[in-house]
């Protein structure tokens, strides 16, 4: 198929047909770059997931970054950052320089890109960004970071969890993924609010740290919402997963009926990961 | 019973957030869609959903898109739709409004204004 038949193709009016041809995109070795521009914004989704393949592989990532920043085109805009993610290496030195545009949305947006693209690069420009004043773009920033076990963040992300709702929350997120027992006691003072009580737990979970349990088990006893105390039994699975000998501090911490049932949902929780060889 | 919202956002970390929101105090049933296809797909797996939290940047199908689907569908346009989003241009809002959402919550938000727009769409459905 030369590259005139191919641009016939993507005009067609049935789906059959331009899919046929979006198909073939990334078959090229040099495809007509405007054609894979026509297909990103083809009314139909399966037509544009295959422009979007083509479009990481050949159009140049600043041209995916200026379509970002496009906000009248919200087709257009969508299929670039998902082009973007898909982009690797390609797409690391164009995100990066985005990170200091002059639209916030663009900056938050290729934020959050980097969390998807599969390619090493540089923490600090996303650690810069914890501190911007659009709250938005510091959450993307935060997530990416999260998103990027990025161990270096740590210092950086627990400063954030003096910093309001929006994100504090975040930044317990986060510091879960990443799992450095650097942020253990920091999450621990976050047990203490309802807020932020669920999701403190599970990073807790996700650190193991056997420093978590005391903690754990006083939630567990204290609040008895059933969804929190579902995730606050699995981090506690998981830190006596890692650490058995805190399990004794069950029978220090609870009382009566309370020490049978959490051993109860430990062992249910140990038969499970067991059949499921985790 | 509790009340169904459903959240159509891409955003796992805001889906975290709304449910944190949402579930406990409030008492909602949250329903999770990662974009406007996979909302279709829930509205029709949960037809008694109360309320839907709208974001506008998601791939696949954005927020105005599925905003355009269910205003075409009879039983589905009666659904109130709260835009939720990082686009706050005054021209925004007024797309959203007038692609048929009630309300717009500009990103950040604080807990109780999202609480203050569900209870303020709700009661305008009544």
């Keep these: 198929m030369d590259a005139t038949r191919l641009r016939e193709m993507l005009e067609a009016t049935d789906i059959e047909t331009r899919l046929t041809a979006a198909q073939q995109l990334v078959l090229f070795a040099?495809?007509?770059?405007?054609?894979?521009?026509?297909?990103?914004?083809?009314e139909a989704l399966p037509v544009r997931t295959h422009a979007i393949d083509a479009a990481a592989k050949f159009l140049p990532a600043d041209e995916l970054v200026s379509m970002v920043a496009n906000q009248s085109n919200a087709t257009l805009r969508n299929a670039a950052i998902e082009a973007l993610k898909l982009s690797g290496e390609r797409g690391v030195g164009a995100l990066l320089g985005a990170l200091t545009h002059t639209d916030p949305e663009v900056v938050m947006f290729a934020a959050q890109i980097l969390g998807d693209v599969k390619a090493e690069l540089p923490v600090e420009p996303l650690v810069d960004l914890l501190q911007h004043e659009d709250k938005n773009i510091a959450q993307?920033?935060?997530?990416?970071?999260?998103?990027?076990?990025?161990?270096d963040a740590v210092p950086a992300l627990v400063g954030v969890l003096e910093n309001d709702f929006w994100l504090q929350f975040a930044a317990i997120t986060a510091l879960g993924e990443i799992a450095d027992p650097r942020a253990t006691l920091p999450l621990v003072a976050r047990l203490q609010d309802e807020m932020y009580r669920g999701e403190a737990a599970e990073a807790l979970g996700k650190i193991a740290d056997a420093q978590a349990m005391t903690p754990l088990l006083d939630?567990?006893?204290?609040?008895?919402w059933p969804p929190l105390r579902a995730r606050v039994t699995l981090a506690i699975a998981?830190?006596?997963?890692?650490?058995?000998?805190?399990?004794?501090?069950?029978?220090e911490r609870l009382t009566g009926d309370d020490v049978s049932l959490l051993r109860t949902l430990l062992s249910t929780h140990a038969r499970i990961n067991r059949s499921v060889g985790a | 019973m509790p009340q169904k919202v459903l959240v159509v956002e891409d955003s796992q970390l805001l889906h975290r957030m709304f449910d944190m929101i949402l579930a406990r105090g409030p008492g909602f049933?949250?329903?999770?869609?990662?974009?406007?296809?996979?909302?279709?797909?829930?509205?029709a797996e949960n037809p008694d959903v109360e309320v839907i939290l709208l974001d506008i940047n998601m791939p696949q199908m954005n927020g105005l898109e599925f905003l355009g689907k269910i205003q075409?569908?009879?039983?589905?346009?009666?659904?109130?739709?709260?835009?939720?989003?990082?686009?706050?241009?005054?021209?925004?809002?007024?797309?959203?409004?007038?692609?048929?959402?009630?309300?717009y919550l500009k990103k950040p938000f604080q807990?109780?204004?999202?609480?203050?727009?569900?209870?303020?769409?709700?009661?305008?459905?009544k």
């Design chain 1, 30 to 42: 040099e495809p007509p770059l405007d054609a894979i521009r026509h297909a990103m914004e083809d």
């Design chain 1, 140 to 151: 993307s920033a935060i997530e990416t970071l999260g998103k990027r076990r990025a161990i």
């Design chain 1, 219 to 224: 939630v567990w006893k204290e609040d008895t």
């Design chain 1, 238 to 251: 998981r830190v006596a997963g890692r650490h058995p000998e805190t399990l004794k501090q069950i029978e």
């Design chain 2, 29 to 43: 049933q949250v329903v999770h869609a990662m974009n406007g296809k996979d909302g279709l797909d829930k509205l």
């Design chain 2, 72 to 103: 075409a569908e009879p039983q589905l346009k009666e659904i109130p739709v709260v835009i939720v989003s990082t686009e706050g241009k005054e021209e925004d809002i007024l797309r959203g409004l007038k692609a048929g959402a009630r309300a």
């Design chain 2, 111 to 125: 807990a109780q204004d999202l609480l203050q727009v569900i209870e303020k769409v709700r009661e305008n459905k």
